[in-house]
């Protein structure tokens, strides 16, 4: 048998998994390396609710702890959802991407009608670049958009100031040299029907592109929520500069428009960490104290 295309299997890590094939075996030495892990044999359905309703009732029993506290809950995109499974039912790429599409609607619906805010997370938009415009760029905007359209009619119905989009480029300690250009990747994150927008920004990679920001992009009433601290590093931020990250934005798009926020999830799973967890909280402390700084700065007050 051939081996899967770059599309499938570990196409998610672009040309880095052979500028640093040796650092890769030896931080990832069980990622697969041709086979994808899921296959579509029959019609996709969201049959049970269990899980979903058991997370959604931790979460606002956690959050009845400290009233008057305003919860998300994440749910993961359509574009990372089996990205590296095949497709053997349906008859073509549109109509499996949506129906992956209308089974996670049925998760949107739950934990909007839950009073949660949605907030979907969607590293694999991004991670799929380098792979596909290999092929050509055209390829990727092709099944970049599809996605995002399944995305848009998944979210139907639940009020865009209900929905967070979480894009980032995979939480992965790898040197994400082939990561996408936000540049490139801008305009499709902008077109998911959200009321926010939740990006990295703090780390070495990705910190620069600030600028993007600086010719008006944000539409009128959207939120963004720059990433102002790291899961990529253990260095813990000083709190000046979580401020300083959070003013460089709030002059670019409006300070109301700004929610200081993280690169990405400290943990996947509970066995993946990807710091200690003393370093987890110790980077909330500096993100909480770096944005008192910018409040009295920017609004004067505490």
């Given at each position: 048998m051939p081996p899967?295309?770059?599309?499938?299997?570990?196409?998610w890590l672009g040309r880095d998994r052979l500028r640093f094939a040796e650092f890769i075996e030896q931080e990832l030495p069980n990622i697969h390396k041709g086979a994808p892990t899921e296959a579509c044999v029959a019609a996709i359905r969201y049959c049970d609710t269990?899980?979903?309703?058991?997370?959604?009732?931790?979460?606002k029993a956690g959050l009845s702890a400290v009233p008057g506290t305003e919860g998300f809950m994440t749910a993961v995109a359509p574009a990372s959802t089996a990205y590296d499974g095949v497709n053997e039912f349906y008859s073509n790429e549109r109509e499996y991407v949506f129906a992956i599409a209308d089974a996670l609607r049925s998760e949107y619906l739950a934990i909007h009608r839950a009073g949660l805010i949605?907030?979907?997370?969607?590293?694999?938009?991004?991670?799929?670049y380098d792979a596909l415009t290999q092929q050509s760029p055209q390829r990727y905007r092709e099944w970049a958009q599809l996605?995002?359209?399944?995305?848009?009619?998944a979210l139907e119905g639940i009020p865009e100031d209900r929905v967070r989009y979480h894009v980032c480029f995979?939480?992965?300690?790898l040197p994400h040299i082939s990561d996408a250009p936000l540049e490139e990747i801008v305009d499709l994150i902008l077109q998911v029907r959200a009321g926010a927008y939740?990006?990295?920004?703090?780390?070495?990679r990705h910190e620069h592109e600030w600028r993007v920001w600086q010719h008006g992009r944000l539409p009128?009433?959207?939120?963004?929520?720059?990433?102002?601290?790291?899961?990529?590093?253990?260095?813990?931020?000083?709190?000046?500069?979580?401020?300083?990250?959070?003013v460089r934005f709030a002059n670019l798009v409006g300070r109301e428009n700004v929610?200081?926020?993280?690169?990405?999830?400290?943990?996947?799973?509970?066995?993946?960490?990807?710091?200690?967890?003393?370093?987890?909280?110790?980077?909330?402390?500096?993100?909480?104290?770096?944005?008192?700084?910018?409040?009295?700065?920017?609004?004067?007050r505490s």
């Open positions: 899967w295309p770059t599309s499938c299997a570990s196409g269990q899980l979903i309703d058991r997370s959604i009732a931790d979460l949605v907030q979907v997370d969607d590293a694999v938009l991004a991670n799929m996605r995002v359209v399944a995305l848009n009619r995979g939480s992965w300690h939740s990006i990295e920004a703090a780390n070495p009128a009433g959207k939120i963004l929520i720059p990433g102002v601290v790291t899961h990529h590093l253990v260095t813990v931020e000083h709190p000046r500069v979580v401020a300083d990250r959070i929610i200081a926020g993280t690169d990405c999830g400290f943990a996947q799973v509970d066995i993946i960490k990807r710091v200690h967890p003393k370093i987890m909280w110790a980077k909330f402390e500096s993100l909480v104290e770096g944005a008192r700084i910018v409040s009295q700065e920017l609004w004067g």
